[in-house]
């Protein structure tokens, strides 16, 4: 997220945006990332299960991803524009949970959206927060595609390090004591 930690708002809705897929770039995808039939050939799909042509999942969730990213930096820009320093983001440690509710097919339009749904300071990483973060895919009729519930760090704007870690960290510095602290851990 590109806003510090303290200004996240729980439960914004962030629109990302929409995206068409047609059948050509579902094969390409599918061709390079996820060569099953069914994302390949859509007469061959007609006989599977998804009943003809479907996007890999991971064509979803790229495009659902690249369309966050792209959002997380034109927010990046607005609070620029506004005269704020945007904050800063991290890593993420992983994702809790990816469905993959129903088939995606050729000219179906799909609406991702991001909410973050809980927050808290980072009890490993003194000066930053976990932001726990939601993003669904909708189609055209409204139907689920896609949902992930991930985690990402936010650094802390207002954070003073602890008396106690700054001291620590003063330590690992000197000839002596720090070779000696930084074999222990």
Known sequence: MTRWFEDIILDENFDLGSHTFNADEIIRFATLYDPQYFHLDAEAAKHSHFGGLVASGWHTVSIGHRKMVDTLFAEE??????GKEPGVSGPSPGVNSMEFKAPVRPGDTVSY????????ASNSIPGWGLLFN??????QRGELVYSADLVGFSKLRDYTMPLKLR???ALTKLPVIGPLLKRRS
């Open 167 to 169: 001291v620590l960290l």
């Open 77 to 82: 820009d607005r609070l620029r524009a506004e």
């Open 113 to 120: 959206q991001l909410v973050v749904t809980d927050k808290r």
């Open 134 to 139: 939601r993003l669904t895919a909708v189609n």
